[in-house]
């Protein structure tokens, strides 16, 4: 899917894609075996007639060749042989073949090897292992790798080893590394070796796969054998976008993304490009790869120096790699300029990257285009993202729905991003047909995303057997989440362990929940932490404040987020620690937010203060809101006022809401009134 865009971006894309293929086909015609064996030996011939005059920097391709023929003409076999690979190179397979011929029939090993590499490309490729076979014995390392390369093209392995290891071993870069490769497509461990052996001679394709290898075994041993897989580097390809263009996680095993891990080393010292180690020396080994113009190991470059946080660095490789044409450079770029706050420049890059198929950067769009309330260009760049292979396309797609409240459409693309495997996608369609009412249908897709490891499915797993009164396996669910580290999954899992009487438990997730932001878990810890306290005593006047107690602190940081017990609660400890003006201000918070303890306790401060008036007000709240003391407080108010029925109205108000003892002094102050009025 191509879309329109400014025309001065889309003709720098239309040079960078012809730049691009060009190099592509320049490192195919590097690896072609027939033209890479074009190599002439520059070892002089035993009794070789020196040439007539020397080659010169200054000399051209025309004088040079001019100087190879007149010695050919006089029967030179170096020059036949040095004038046929020219020949060769040109493309003029008739013009160079009788000085091949004539130079191999002297027995120059060059021209052998060359001569093979000439019937190849005529497609006689029996005769050109002749060829190649007699130069390889006489010890040309580029026959040996020639003749190893068309032995591994024909299935014969054994043979290929043979060839490919006598060229290695003579230090052939090429040799070298195809011999690595065909041990590495047989798990052989000496494929390592080979890798070094050509990556050390500067081939930078073995430079790149010898980094993956040492990072790979690196990945290995800090995370166990299952952790190399298919995710990002840069830590956002494969992830989806919501509506407001905020990151959501989504399935790794779904990401598109190809490239390993990167773990994060040990912090490099001033002047060091890596950490010790194999991951050290992988990053060298990319770093080469990539000054060489390999693209990928750019890439690779840029992503561990992002994750080190070197972004001025990674920047500058991402730029690199995104020249040369990979789109995920061009991708991770733009991610890079966003984060900095330069959303056009970003853009740009991820236009580039989605036009050339990278579907991570077309979902970035969408959601650029979403945040923007550009809802249209949104929607057809996910459908891009999900074109070019991203389930999460189909995920983002789901959300744009739903946020527009299109229902029907949203449930049908999550159920397309759910059948591909996306377990948010999942979780959010199970969410959406429990919504409809049908817990039957959403069952099954809760259960396939948690399975996947989806944490929210897994929460809402426990929700649902916590209905049904199977507490269990609702606790089973929520410990199956709060272990991934779920907020509120942890805070279910700490009351059920403070209703068993285990404090120990309930404090370790309580304390987890709370640092995630939970205001009921704050709540909670600290009242578990309160219950320990020792009795404080009376204030005494003159004597220093305390420092706030570690139970103090969690009650302050639930009020902070509005919880309203919390409120009361932070209140009243300021009350006894005599800071009556720190108490107004937290009962006056929950009392504004519906708090009728808040409400009551703000009333006692107002009237110990005269303001009498302003108390009746907050206790009237707080009475209507089903507080007794406050009801009491007003039927006392009352009658201090001699409003006698007023009076017995709220002592029959705290007759009724209670407590207990409320309620025995409501009903003999209510006596008292009643006594006073028939008097």
Known sequence: MVFMGDRATLLETGRFVQRHARNAADEIIEAVPAVDAVVVDSTPRAGAV????????AETEAETEGRHRRAAERGDTDAMSALGALLLRRGDLDGAEPFLRGATAEGDRAAANNLGVLLHQRGYPDEAAGW???????????????LGRLHRERGDEPAAEYWLRQAAEQ??????????????????????????????????????????????RATETLRGPHAYGPTTATGRAGHAYDTAGRLRAADPARAGDDRPPVPVPAPARAGE??????????????????????????????????????????????????????????CALGFLLRDAGDEESAAVWWLRAAQDGDG??????????????????????????????????AYNLGLLCAAQDRLPQAEQWYRRAAYAGHREAANALAVLLLQAGDAGGAEPWFSKAAEA??????????????????????????????AAGHTEAALQVGIA???????????????????????????????????????????????????KTECEEWYERAAQQGHRRAQVRVGMLAAGRGDLTGAARWYREAAEAGSRNGAFNLGLLLAREGSEREAALWWTRAARAGHGRAALRLALLAARRGELSEGRKWCAHAVELGPAEVAERAARLSEALHQELTA
Request: aromatic share 6%; with cysteine.
């Open 50 to 57: 020196p040439d007539a005059g020397p080659d010169t920097e």
């Open 132 to 146: 190649w076979r007699v130069a390889a014995v006489a010890g040309s390392a580029p026959a040996a790798h020639a």
């Open 171 to 216: 230090g052939h870069a090429l040799g070298a590394y195809a011999l690595a490769d065909l041990l590495e497509h047989r798990s052989d461990v000496g494929a390592e070796r080979w890798l070094r052996a050509a990556a050390e001679q500067g081939h930078r394709e073995a430079a790149y796969r010898l980094a993956l290898a040492l990072e790979r």
């Open 273 to 330: 490009t890596g950490g010790a180690g194999p991951l050290g020396e992988a990053e060298q080994w990319f770093r080469q790869a990539a000054a060489r113009g390999h693209r990928r190991a750019a890439l690779h470059l840029g992503a561990i120096l992002e994750q080190r946080g070197e972004l001025k660095e990674a920047g500058r490789w991402y730029l690199s790699s995104a020249k040369e044409g990979e789109a995920k450079a061009a």
């Open 360 to 393: 991570n950067a077309a979902n970035a769009l969408g959601a650029l285009h979403a945040a923007r309330g550009e809802q249209q260009t949104a929607e057809r760049w996910y459908r891009a993202a999900m074109d070019a292979g991203d389930v999460n396309g």
């Open 453 to 482: 490891g989806s944490v929210d499915a897994a929460f809402n797993l426990g929700i649902i057997h916590a209905g049904r009164d199977e507490d269990r396996s609702a606790l089973a669910w929520y410990e199956r989440a709060a």
């Open 497 to 547: 362990a403070l209703r068993d009487g285990d404090e120990r438990t309930a404090e370790r997730h309580l304390r987890c929940a709370a640092g995630g932001g939970s205001a009921e878990a704050a709540f909670r810890l600290a009242t578990l932490l309160d219950a320990r306290r020792p009795d404080p005593g009376p204030v005494v006047l003159g004597a220093p404040v305390d420092q």
